[in-house]
């Protein structure tokens, strides 16, 4: 039999038809396999499909890495998949389609034949997560406001207890001092200042989404602006 760890690498890339011809074409997910350099060799529709690729275009030599935003994030498995450090490597990056960014994660291994010799290329098994990484950054973003809602209410509460006697004690001191008093200036401002900071705790009470706003010095804070 066989040495599979054999000339790894340097295989001249070879389909066996018999044994995986029906998984390219018929495959249930995305099913790219590639030679060395990323130079498509088959591909089931699935996998043209999510990396946006036209029928036309596949029929031709074309290259997996052309269709990829950040192609690094692919030739990046060759190493250690060649030297067989790794027996597999998966990896997610991102393709245009429709003029709209998607997710690709993709599991890759060299690939072999049915004897698990090495034929010259890769196997990638691809499935389009884009959907299932929106509803995973929307779940993060619902803890996120739901951790917020409950800093929100104890501050509301808390600040709110705090504002309410500022305002009532400089309300009682206005109606006692003439307008003209110095004082009646400065208590003024103390009030005008509680009104301020109250309208501040009901905009963050009212915060329905968490959207950041440049602070200072590249420091990120919550946009409460209506």
Do not use: W
């Not at 935003?69 to 498995?77: A, D, F, Y």
């Not at 309410?164 to 004690?169: D, S, T």
């Amino acid at each position: 039999m066989r040495d599979s760890r054999k000339n790894v690498g340097e295989v001249p890339f070879e389909y066996p038809r018999s044994f995986l011809e029906n998984i390219v074409v018929n495959g249930p997910v995305g099913i790219i396999m590639t030679d060395y350099d990323f130079n498509i060799k088959y591909s089931n529709p699935i996998s043209l499909d999510i990396h946006n690729i036209k029928k036309e275009e596949y029929d031709r030599n074309i290259k997996l890495t052309d269709y990829i935003m950040k192609p690094k994030k692919v030739t990046s498995i060759k190493e250690p998949l060649i030297s067989e450090k790794e027996e597999n490597v998966c990896i997610t990056y991102e393709v245009v389609q429709n003029n709209e960014k998607r997710t690709i994660r993709a599991k890759v291994n060299l690939a072999r034949d049915e004897y698990y010799y090495p034929i010259g290329g890769f196997f990638f098994i691809c499935e389009d997560v884009t959907e299932v990484k929106r509803l995973r950054e929307k779940g993060q973003e619902i803890e996120k406001i739901e951790v917020l809602k409950k800093m929100i209410v104890t501050y509301n509460h808390e600040l709110n207890n705090i504002l309410a006697v500022i305002m009532g004690r400089s309300e009682l001191l206005l109606k006692k001092l003439s307008p003209d008093d110095e004082k009646f200036r400065n208590v003024n401002e103390i009030h005008e200042s509680a009104k301020k900071m109250a309208n501040i705790v009901r905009k963050i009470r009212e915060i329905k989404e968490i959207k950041d706003t440049n602070y200072v010095n590249n420091i990120k804070m919550i946009d409460i602006n209506d």
